[in-house]
């Protein structure tokens, strides 16, 4: 059996007649995002930032485990934080840019030589 080597993902985002709220949507899962109520939404879900963010995340723990699973690192847990830090009143030119975005891996299991590869593994992917 071949196995498959091209993927797709789609995700859908649609509008929910609230003001600043989208409803979303992959596969059969829906969920709300709003826009921040400093832009005039209601800030009350969860926002495209904070979405964008979490799926960085996610994928960084997911690579990182099947990595260090495949090259059979030792590797217990995964914990991966992102911020970002935007400042509105600076003006672009199209989507929104963070001036600043730190990412953090906390790693159990690995020495250190271990989880320093398996976080630029993820850095150059």
């Known amino acids: 059996m071949t196995q498959q080597t091209v993927h797709s993902v789609k995700v ?3 509008s929910s007649g609230t003001q600043g ?3 979303c949507q992959a596969r059969n899962h829906h969920w709300i995002a709003d826009d921040a109520d400093y832009n005039g ?4 879900e969860l926002g495209a930032g904070e979405l ?3 799926g960085l ?3 960084a723990v997911n690579m990182v485990q099947r990595v260090a699973r495949i090259q059979e690192i030792p590797l217990v847990r995964t914990d ?3 911020e970002g830090i935007r400042d509105t009143s600076i003006p672009t030119n199209g989507p929104a840019v963070y001036q600043q975005v730190h990412m953090i891996f ?3 299991g690995p020495d250190q030589a271990q989880g320093q590869e398996l976080v630029d593994y993820y850095k150059g992917h």
């Open 12 to 14: 859908r985002s649609y």
């Open 80 to 82: 991966v934080t992102v």
């Open 106 to 108: 906390e790693l159990a």
């Open 21 to 23: 709220r989208a409803i």
């Open 52 to 54: 964008f963010f979490s």
């Open 57 to 59: 995340t996610a994928c």
């Open 41 to 44: 939404g209601p800030g009350e």
